[in-house]
């Protein structure tokens, strides 16, 4: 989701001529799989694992915020309410991805249902979101990393929500067997290079 995660990816495979780095969206489920099939040498993803067949490495921690286009009147605002969601059209990440589980999960803690919001829209895509959301068909919830361009550009606006606190970790992880055991490392120094 995060462009600095990207960017680092690219980097590190820039400067690394006999590395080789094949980009895949999924979720954590599926990512998971192909890691325990060996189709995959390791994934990123949000929040923490419990699974002890893989190790994990803390990239960076992220938190999930607001998101609207600029000229919203929320936009203007410095953080918003769970109500004022409720009135919104929002457009989020599909159920079973790290966001989506994370901003459900927010809310049943307080009682809340998903089915009390406007959910117009279910997408696998964040890129397609942030588009979907600077066109003012909606509004969501993502990670703040995967907005800073777009924020920093004036093309979208991110506030805190009211009573959600919704930080979380991103995570390399991989299995015990990683061939490659100073790959994480390598990835994790490129990774705070850029950022």
């Known amino acids: 989701e995060s ?19 094949k980009l895949i ?9 192909k890691l325990k099939n060996y189709e995959l040498d390791l994934a990123i993803i949000d929040g ?5 067949s893989f190790e994990t490495r803390l990239l960076d921690t992220d938190r999930l915020v607001f998101v609207t286009d600029v000229s919203h009147p929320l936009a203007e605002k410095s953080s ?30 307080r009682d809340i249902s998903i089915e009390a919001y406007n959910v117009i829209l279910e997408v696998d895509n964040v890129a397609t979101i942030k588009d979907l959301v ?6 969501s919830v993502l990670a703040e990393s995967a907005c800073l361009d777009e924020i920093m550009k ?14 979380r970790e ?17 990835i994790i120094r490129t990774y705070n290079d850029v950022r």
């Open 134 to 139: 600077m066109q003012k068909y909606g509004v």
């Open 25 to 33: 969206t999924d979720t954590q489920a599926n990512l998971k799989k």
């Open 170 to 186: 991103i995570n390399i992880i991989y299995t015990k067997n990683l061939q490659y055991m100073d790959f994480p490392d390598e």
């Open 48 to 52: 923490s694992v419990t699974d002890t």
């Open 154 to 167: 004036n093309r979208l606006a991110a506030l805190p929500i009211d009573q959600l606190q919704m930080r």
């Open 80 to 109: 918003v309410t769970l109500d004022e969601i409720r009135k919104e059209k929002l457009i989020l990440r599909l159920p079973g991805s790290g966001t989506a589980n994370m901003f459900i999960a927010a809310l049943e803690a």
């Open 3 to 21: 462009n600095h995660i990207s960017e680092a990816l690219a980097k590190y495979a820039s400067d690394n001529q006999d590395v080789k780095i």
